[in-house]
C-alpha cells in the first residue's frame, strides 16, 4: 500500500509563490510518474504537471513557464514550485503516485491567492 502525503499550501498574494511537497511511502518503492492536479468546486481534476524519474517533467499549457516540478533523486519525494501566482491557479492541488498498475493520491493541499 502507498500512501501519498502533500504539505505546502496556503495563502499567498498574486504574483507570489508557493512550493509544494509531496512524499509517497514507503520509499524503497519504484514509484513511477508522480503527479500534481489541481481541483477547484464543481470541476473535475485537472493535470498540472507530471514528472518520473527519466523523462522532463510534462506541464499544462495554464502553467509553463511559471510552475517547475523536480523530484529528489533519493525516495519517492517531489517538489511544485509555483511562481507568479494568480486567483486561477486557487484550487485544492492532489498529488498522485503511480505504483503497480494504479494512482494512489493524497489528501490534497489548499492554494488561495488573493487578488
Known amino acids: 500500500q502507498v500512501q501519498v502525503v502533500e504539505s505546502g499550501g496556503g495563502l499567498v498574494q498574486a504574483g507570489g509563490s508557493l512550493n509544494l511537497s509531496c512524499s509517497a511511502s514507503?520509499?524503497?518503492?519504484?514509484?513511477?510518474?508522480m503527479s500534481w492536479y489541481q481541483q477547484t468546486p464543481g470541476k473535475r481534476r485537472e493535470l498540472v504537471g507530471s514528472?518520473?524519474?527519466?523523462?522532463?517533467?510534462q506541464y499544462a499549457d495554464s502553467v509553463k513557464g511559471r510552475f517547475t516540478l523536480s523530484r529528489d533523486d533519493v525516495g519517492n519525494t517531489v517538489h511544485l514550485q509555483m511562481n507568479r501566482l494568480t486567483p486561477e491557479d486557487t484550487a485544492i492541488y492532489f498529488c498522485s503516485a503511480w505504483y503497480m498498475g494504479r494512482n494512489y493520491w493524497g489528501q490534497g493541499t489548499q492554494v488561495t491567492v488573493s487578488s
Open positions: 514507503p520509499s524503497h518503492f519504484s514509484i513511477g510518474a
Open positions: 514528472i518520473t524519474n527519466n523523462l522532463s517533467p
